[in-house]
């Protein structure tokens, strides 16, 4: 069965500094690894995909995630974070042979200061 | 930009009481999703629907839920005997494929069982 894990319910980070937020997954095969974003009132978007390409992948505004193996991670980062990036991000998983279920972390609340 | 739409945006019942919760997917998309949070917690899965028949449940997905594309636009989740526990946003998905492809969410319908 898969499962994510989403360390940290809440971020909060400087307008200008690094964002990263953590993930991590069980998966019993090659999984399928997404980043959502949720802004207020609205659904979920996507951010990024991993589908087995590339280990480092780059997302819609600014946003990138590695996918680690050896670490079961697809940890999110962002170099510099902006006032508009404050909003919630999920993590999801979803394996080849489950067809097209997705499985979610907790999530993370981004919170930016100025 | 084409987008999933939901109706209603809130929706208070009372126990007991029969709820219909409507989606309009993306026109030229093909599998459909229905997916839940429950204040406070993850992401869940309930079910998926592909040419007119539930191609994936969850164990959440009980004898009081069902689901109807009736029209061959609207994609609706109707809830049994609504309880206290089904009070949750509900957000419906669509998308053009499996596996890898992105599922569009919809803004959520927050149901609220009194």
Known sequence: AQSVTQLGSHVSVSEGALVLLRCNYSSSVPPYLFWYVQYPNQGLQLLLKYTSAATLVKGINGFEAEFKKSETSFHLTKPSAHMSDAAEYFCAVSEANAGNMLTFGGGTRLMVKP | EPEVTQTPSHQVTQMG?????????????????????????????????????????????????????????????????????????YFCASSSGQGTTEQFFGPGTRLTVL
């Open chain 2, 17 to 89: 009481q029969e709820v219909i919760l409507r989606c309009v997917p993306i026109s030229n998309h093909l599998y459909f999703y229905w997916y839940r949070q429950i204040l406070g917690q993850k992401v869940e899965f309930l079910v998926s629907f592909y040419n007119n028949e539930i191609s994936e449940k969850s164990e959440i997905f009980d004898d009081q839920f069902s689901v109807e594309r009736p029209d061959g636009s609207n994609f609706t989740l109707k809830i049994r005997s609504t309880k206290l526990e089904d009070s949750a946003m």
